[in-house]
T-cell receptor
């Protein structure tokens, strides 16, 4: 495997469910990110981790909870979501957080909240 | 607030045409401008521009930055159906790549 891998590809969940999104990067990068992509809106940065330490939390509601157990893995834990949280959730990685190196994206998880 | 505006929002051309996509920006501390191509799911990196007037080129794609007028263009010559995608422009500021502000994207459709 190469690049950035996200699972699952699709997820449908009710508002009372708890689920997790998983991201794995095989590029040896030090920084990992969660982005939200909604229809007709620009990509929105949610969280940034650099060397497993959270360095950015962009005013994201607490129903989204990230976890970075090591530099290759990133999770997004979801609970009591709202229908407006339905979107494409993209994970990305980059060589370093501070040097503006290009982002490498996964294929995303298409989340539908019913 | 940092702002990135792409135009046009959508464009339909025929194979062989040349297209120019625009990206203008207003940011407090500019560091770089990046172009990505998003075909179905994952955006893929195309170019990173940091200096004015220096063209970056990759095959039929090229891009240039004007830091005085605060914009960049992405040119695609001899378009092919495989060029159909959403093209995203992002502006990076010194705090790191993850702080890039993305534009809404330009949806390019190339018809046979």
């Amino acid at each position: 495997e190469t690049g950035v891998t996200q699972t699952p590809r699709h997820l449908v969940m009710g508002m009372t469910n708890k689920k997790s999104l998983k991201c794995e990067q095989h590029l040896g990068h030090n920084a990992m990110y969660w982005y939200k992509q909604s229809a007709k809106k620009p990509l929105e940065l949610m969280f940034v981790y650099s060397l497993e330490e959270r360095v950015e939390n962009n005013s994201v509601p607490s129903r989204f909870s990230p976890e970075c157990p090591n530099s290759s893995h990133l999770f997004l834990h979801l609970h009591t979501l709202q229908p407006e949280d339905s979107a494409l959730y993209l994970c990305a990685s980059s060589q370093e957080w501070v040097t503006n190196s290009p982002l490498h994206f996964g294929n995303g998880t298409r989340l539908t909240v019913t | 607030e940092d702002k990135v505006v792409q135009s046009p929002l959508s464009l339909v051309v025929h194979e062989g045409d040349t297209v120019t996509l625009n990206c203008s920006y207003e940011v407090t501390n500019f560091r770089s401008l990046l172009w990505y191509k998003q075909e179905k799911k994952a955006p893929t990196f195309l170019f990173m521009l940091t200096s004015s007037g220096i063209e970056k080129k990759s095959g039929r794609l090229s891009s240039i930055l004007d830091k005085k007028e605060l914009f960049s263009i992405l040119n695609i010559t001899a378009t092919q159906t495989g060029d159909s995608a959403v093209y995203l422009c992002a502006v990076g500021v010194p705090r790191g790549a993850g702080k890039s502000t993305f534009g809404d994207g330009t949806t390019l459709t190339v018809k046979p």
